[in-house]
Antibody, heavy 118, light 107 residues
Framework: QVQLQESGPGLVKPSETLSLTCSVS??????????WSWIRQPPGKRPEWIGY???????NYNPSLKSRVTISADTSKNQFSLRLGSVTAADTAVYFC??????????WGQGTLVTVSS | DIQMTQSPSTLSATVGDRVTVTCRAS??????LAWYRQKPGKAPNLLIY???TLESGVPSRFSGSGSGTDFTLTISSLQPDDFATYYC?????????FGQGTKVEIK
């Protein structure tokens, strides 16, 4: 059974960098035809795709966030990570890590609320 | 960017009702569309991919149809577990975008 778990600070100050890690079990981030993804959902709004890293290490990002986002993977720990710089209150959301099969997103973490506030 | 628009935003129904949700893409996405159900405080759950293929383990009361720009999710007989918010999501390009959601509530 594939499981994903987000970890990281729940509170980030404006202008600082949000950093989250996703630990994966039951699958490998370094093999298989999957996009290891980050998705966020502001309270009461639709999910917003942030980006993903392919098992080859290639990445793609939401154009609206591209200048501030980096997604990387640590294959030795079977984890992948999100860094989002220069955050503002508009970045407050529940952040999910997930596995994109190229035919839908079949496994999601439980999500972690990140609040941007001083 | 491909925009996804769902209708209605809210739908009131009772157990046993046949329910239909519509999703429209701003450009042709062929059949590259997925549907999700999300309950409060939980992650979305994949129901359908490739517009009409039922994900493993999903009840057969769910079905999807459409291609190009217009798509439909149908629940043939609404169950108590189905009162939730439903999202469509396109994956035609390297990026992904979601519809604004349709909340199915108890009438």
């Amino acid at each position: 059974q594939v499981q994903l778990q987000e970890s990281g600070p729940g509170l980030v100050k404006p202008s600082e960098t949000l950093s989250l890690t996703c630990s994966v079990s039951g699958a490998s981030v370094s093999s298989g035809n999957y996009y290891w993804s980050w998705i966020r959902q502001p309270p009461g709004k639709r999910p917003e795709w942030i980006g993903y890293i392919f098992y080859t290490g290639s990445t793609n990002y939401n154009p609206s966030l591209k200048s501030r986002v980096t997604i990387s993977a640590d294959t030795s720990k079977n984890q992948f990570s999100l860094r989002l710089g220069s955050v503002t209150a508009a970045d407050t959301a529940v952040y999910f890590c997930a596995r994109d099969t190229l035919d839908g997103i079949d496994y999601w973490g439980q999500g972690t609320l990140v609040t941007v506030s001083s | 960017d491909i925009q996804m628009t769902q209708s209605p935003s809210t739908l009131s129904a009772t157990v046993g009702d046949r329910v239909t949700v519509t999703c429209r893409a701003s450009q042709n996405i062929n059949i590259w569309l997925a549907w999700y159900r999300q309950k409060p405080g939980k992650a979305p759950n994949l129901l359908i991919y490739k517009a009409s293929t039922l994900e493993s383990g999903v009840p057969s009361r769910f079905s999807g149809s459409g291609s190009g720009t217009d798509f439909t999710l149908t629940i043939s007989s609404l169950q108590p577990d189905d009162f939730a918010t439903y999202y469509c999501q396109q994956y035609n390009t390297y990026s992904r975008t979601f519809g604004q959601g349709t909340k199915v509530e108890i009438k």
